[in-house]
């Protein structure tokens, strides 16, 4: 992070990208922008919160077909011959554009958390594995989630998980809780990445493992849907799981006995990054609301945006989304050039900043817009509780801050 | 607010009131805290949210009975001859005892905006508007609502009311869109005032009247209730208003047409202080479950308490809530010594100063938490959502801000 | 500090004090603003700076002689038959007054640090160690210094002192460095009260003592004078000085060996609710001269005050100072109500409160001013540097902060 | 600022820039970083503090002469055929580099605000103005000054300047006072490009000129240095200059009368880079003293670094660092691509960003060092001055938001 580096400093879109870019940009404005308002609106009044309305599945089944005939289907995913693919720098321009309509993800195979679950079986699942699993997550057949996070253990420390996987006659006997596992409510979620200890005696950082667990294993119990800030998210949801001695083939195992930390450097530099550019479309649609509130508003006489301190809330959040989209093109580049690992002080850097800072430029556009601004009228307060909630999501920002300061100090000895 | 008049900073509670203070412990312990569970579970999963069970109700009534008979019903009120009653400063502190549960308010007649509107009744009504809605009132046997707020008005100009009545064959004629109007989703919510524009070519401060509106009056239409970072608070709710053409009797205007900002005068300084005092309650709520939590969580081989930052959050954290109950203290305290009028710079100063800080507070708590802190499991995300709405009610923070700002320059002779 | 105990919140001066403020009031408008100004005029184009100008010192001793004549004379002391004097909490008042004229406190005898020094040697002096040292003080003829802090180690931790002292044929052969020795550069300073480490084998808390070094024993090297912003406060200075084989008789030991920390509780509590009422005056000074320049400068056809954010700058201003004072006089309100040692948690609490803040309010006050605020031409670039070197003084604010979040964690049984 | 244009994305230094840079380094290394220590101990103990010690000079000339010899001198300026030169953003890099030695820039000749001036003569000169003030400027045998801020306006309004200047005789006659004139001290100083109104009847943008006044013109009064906390760094100093009816030839005016604020234009984009690139390096340098101290001190047996909140302490600085130094290469960048006057927004946006929150990192590096942060042992409290008059310097913070906010606005047509 020295600045030394002048190829780190190249944050401009490749030519071979725009293109793609483009493809993207028509394909929303063509097969999404025009079911949104149906889709959300069909998910109000079902009588079964926890499924889906057959039209909505209708809707995007349609879209999926469109983006699949248009070749942006799975576009994320590198080449399987030759590795290659689209660059972490493109992609964050790309996942900005698709931060901006929350069906667009889905329509062309890349929400998560199924893209990092599809790259995690490309990459390390054994051939049956991707045949079972990776094929229908690819096909867009079915969906998946990550279940990773405990509600009895800081999830600070990722060392502290309590779930545990013991082997008995061949298979994994997996007995623990996990919660806010997203997506997990999804009538479509099939099967669960799910994060054990399986070797307790093992150092530190090798007595955690991934077992693949299909979500219909008995003894996998659903037990509620986790809210933020009272939402639910429903059907998708937050769920909150107990595993009582859920038994999967011991050939369920992902990589093998021990490697689960090693299997998450693989999924969660991306992974951030694009939450970090959703964010950043988030962060600007925030501005924009607070700017058209301001503008439009007026009170003793002027707009709002003439009075106190507005004008200048309005520029320091301009000013601190430019830097965080220069951030996180940074750090999207560093695992270009430098790879996930060395580039993960990026990325936590990244992740400390951007869901706080979004937070607080959120808030002061509720600010500006009075009672207003709480309220069902404006989607400030459930772009707020998401924010929120991404400050825990992949490890809580005082986690991210101390691998930058740590970095800092390791670079004078210090540490 | 120079700190010369010595009085202002005798901030203990009175003698006096000290039994009352025990009386009303007691009546919380008694009546209040058993009923509390049951009374809320019973919210959940009525066919009709917008309505009250009768077991509900039954409860209340209950421990209204009981307030009744130990003479704490009403206690809040000025005795009607000698006018004397609770000084501000000792119902500050009663009121902080009330925050603690929160039904304890309604079961002892106190709650807001009911007794504002009683104040405002009992100062400025009419024998027969006394008659007819104070009596009730004081009985407890209906419930009344304030209607300011407007959706198309920026809500710091409070000049800017644009509900609009005319008299016409000696009826008052009201048109115009309220919104945020607490309580006035109670079945049991008889009785609105109403802020409206009268006499729009008087001065600026003399255009507005407050006028009683029966809620069931022809022309009252309730859209819907505003929600608070996806809250309705149901059955009470927050109620969005329409009046087409509401017609009510000429006298139910209140002291007079163009004094509507005198009668706000009344209602206040009080209200303000109690919910400053509740905002406390709920800081010091959220500060023990920070504690807690960070207290039993470990993570790196420590609790979290002694992890990183926590301890000074903690330090700092304590450090602005006994700051804030102090000013808190000496505002009421002010509106006793110097009226209302005068203490309004003392007024608008933690009105400025507490929700912002509390919502810091819970914030800095559900940090603590982890995704637990964004959850149902905690009260920690429905306490942000109210302390967040509290820095619109009865004025954005920015115009108490400019209330003592300016204040501040007058004392130098610079506006 | 949970609000509970009324006596706390009685924060108003006593009646029995008031007559001393008005003396107090008098002597500094009769004797000590006339000779305000050409005393610091003499402070310049001195030869040696760090001597003082004759004529200071004769303007000095004429109004510390109105003031033996008014019965002012060494006010700060308790009785010394009765144990009586003024209380802490009416001691805060006078302080805030003598805050406001940087010679007052010097006419009265209640500099820092003399005053904690004749506290310490009238609580644990022996009557030879009374004679020598406290007459002369008590009678303005001498001063004193702390010699406390060290270059070599981190302030935070009272318990690195490295400077050590032990026993040699009946005297104590002191060796060590010490810095920011405020005073010691005053020729009339004779005396310093020095921390040193005599027991390296006791447990850590017993393991210093506190011992009476005459500053010309040989041995004694004033290095230099430490600058703060640039500033060296000569001649009073804050010195850096050597202990080269510094030898004093083994009875200039105070207390007792091992007994250093018990004397620190005497001094620290009042002396750091003094700071803190001086750095309010230094507070409000800031208040004002920003109100002033922002009311009597324009750009863009408006006084500055009516521009952007100033008037919330100010209120916010206000406000903290209201706040910071009534927490300073309820801190010095449990210190008469509780002793020094149940207190220090409130001590601690405006130790790491008020000198940051107070720096806030300056440098807003310099921002209000243009270049003209970190000029010359007002005293604010001064003023923030004193308060930003007070953040230091009796240990960092962090070592506060550590005080009062453990403090409220062992509330909860956390710690 | 939208993200949209590619162009502004690539940050890196051009290929054709690096061979100057690595010049610029050795050139550093052999020429400036010897003579340095020696310079600067040459200034302490002059009897005149106003003058240059004769030996300072001699070293200055020497670094001189070796870089006209490899010919780095004046590679600041754009050929003057051509047009071409560096561009901004690759000085930039190179001003990053220049801020590392304070020496260094006046040895290549490109000190401020003698870049800004022969800038602006060479582009708005006449051949005379350019024959008798750039010749020797480029010879580096003079030094200018820059006479714009004003002790009688607000410095927040530009177009608040009062010195004025009107024809009589042939002849420009000047009244009026600035102060803070940086380089106005330096014995070597002898033209001012100063800024005066001269059209007072015009339109508000069209009043100012700027004129050409030679230092020793009979009525220019240098009346002393303005001090920055305490400092006056003589012998260049920051004079406060009295005008007394100072006569200079009509043909000084440059440009033209009334086009002040468009030379304006000319330098001040380059000039805020540059000091911004040079904050940058000040905040590198703060937080490599905060991570070494942190990292060698100990407290609680432990060093510093692993103490309470200082690991993120020292990650937030180095993120803010990183994010503030791409956003001053994409404002270079959009004054290469977009021309100066689009590019201003980018350029208040660096210059409103950058000294604020570089003061920031020094404070907390101070505070990492206990009270040696604040004396004379380490270079922050000098380079926090600096950093807090930087504030001012070209505007105050608040002025370059009004900037940002409005144009911000303006893309939404609310301005």
């Excluded at 998910?43 to 942006?72: F, I, V, Y």
């Excluded at 009538?187 to 667990?213: E, F, G």
Aim: proline share 5%; hydrophobic share 40%.
């Amino acid at each position: 992070m020295s600045g030394n580096d002048q190829e780190l400093f190249n944050l401009a879109m490749s030519e071979e990208a725009r293109p793609l870019l483009h493809a993207l940009q028509k394909h929303i404005e063509e097969n999404v922008a025009p079911i949104t308002e149906e889709f959300f609106a069909l998910n109000e009044g079902k009588e079964d919160r926890w499924s889906w309305h057959p039209r909505q599945l209708e809707l995007l089944d349609g879209a999926k077909a469109k983006a699949k005939e248009s070749g942006l289907w799975n576009f994320f995913l590198p080449d399987a011959d030759t590795g290659e693919g689209l660059s972490n720098l493109d992609y964050a321009y790309i996942a900005s554009e698709l931060g901006k309509y929350s069906l667009a993800s889905e329509t062309l195979n890349c929400s998560a958390p199924d893209t990092g679950n599809m790259e995690v079986l490309e990459r390390v699942g054994t051939p049956a594995q991707k045949e079972k699993w990776l094929k229908p997550l690819l096909n867009g057949e079915i969906r998946s989630a990550y279940a990773m996070t405990e509600p009895g253990q800081a999830s600070s420390d990722a060392k502290n998980i309590s779930t545990t996987a013991h082997l008995e006659n061949g298979e994994w006997v997996i007995n623990g809780e996990k919660y806010y596992i997203s997506g997990a409510g999804d009538p479509r979620c099939k099967i669960m990445i799910t994060m054990v200890k399986t070797s307790p005696d093992a150092p530190a950082s090798k007595q955690q493992s991934q077992i693949l667990v299909p979500i219909d294993t008995p003894g996998v119990e659903i037990l509620e849907g986790m809210q933020v800030f009272g939402e639910d998210h429903a059907p998708r949801g937050h769920m909150h799981i107990k595993f009582n001695n859920v038994r999967v083939p011991e050939e369920n195992m992902l990589l093998g006995e021990g490697r689960g930390f090693e299997i998450s450097q693989v999924r969660l530099g991306p992974g951030r990054i694009h939450h970090c550019m959703r964010s950043l479309g988030q962060a600007e649609k925030a501005l924009e609301l607070m700017v058209n509130r301001a503008g439009s508003r007026t009170a003793f006489g002027k707009t709002i945006l003439k009075l106190g301190k507005n004008v200048e809330v309005i520029s320091r959040a301009r000013i601190e989304i430019d830097a965080m989209r220069l951030m996180v093109l940074q750090a999207a580049k560093a695992m270009d050039v430098l790879g996930n690992r060395e580039a993960r002080v990026y990325v936590s850097a990244v992740k400390a900043m951007v869901p706080e800072k979004v937070c607080v430029i959120i808030d002061q556009a509720i600010q500006m817009h009075g009672a207003t601004g709480v309220s069902q009228w404006t989607p400030l307060a459930t772009m707020y509780a998401h924010q929120r909630h991404l400050r825990f999501a992949d490890g809580p920002d005082e986690v991210h801050h101390m691998v930058v300061g740590r970095a800092e100090a390791q670079k004078h000895d210090m540490w």
